[in-house]
């Protein structure tokens, strides 16, 4: 029962590869900076950032959002 997104850029990516790809890409305090969430900002970690990231959907939106802006550059 897999439904194709053609159109999703978003489709079978994990938020744990765009985290990852993110904090790679800009470091911690940039990411921090882009994104004013405290998950990025006090002790940051993958897993805790996951985590909080899991439960807040305005959050998420926000960093789907910066994942889709950078990997377009």
Same mark, same amino acid.
């Given at each position: 029962?897999? %439904? !194709? !997104?053609? *159109? *999703?850029?978003?489709?079978?990516?994990?938020?744990? =590869? +765009?985290? !990852? @790809?993110?904090?790679? %890409? @800009?470091?911690? =305090? %940039?990411?921090?900076?882009?994104?004013? +969430? /405290?998950?990025? /900002?006090? /002790?940051?970690? +993958?897993k805790?950032?996951?985590?909080?990231?899991r439960?807040?959907?305005?959050?998420?939106?926000?960093? =789907? /959002?910066? @994942?889709?802006?950078? +990997?377009? =550059?």
């Amino acid at each position: 029962m897999s %439904e !194709q !997104q053609p *159109n *999703n850029p978003l489709h079978g990516v994990k938020l744990a =590869e +765009i985290v !990852q @790809y993110l904090v790679s %890409e @800009y470091g911690w =305090e %940039e990411l921090g900076s882009r994104i004013k +969430i /405290n998950c990025f /900002n006090s /002790n940051p970690t +993958i897993k805790s950032s996951l985590k909080f990231l899991r439960k807040t959907p305005w959050a998420r939106t926000k960093v =789907e /959002n910066l @994942y889709l802006r950078t +990997i377009k =550059e």
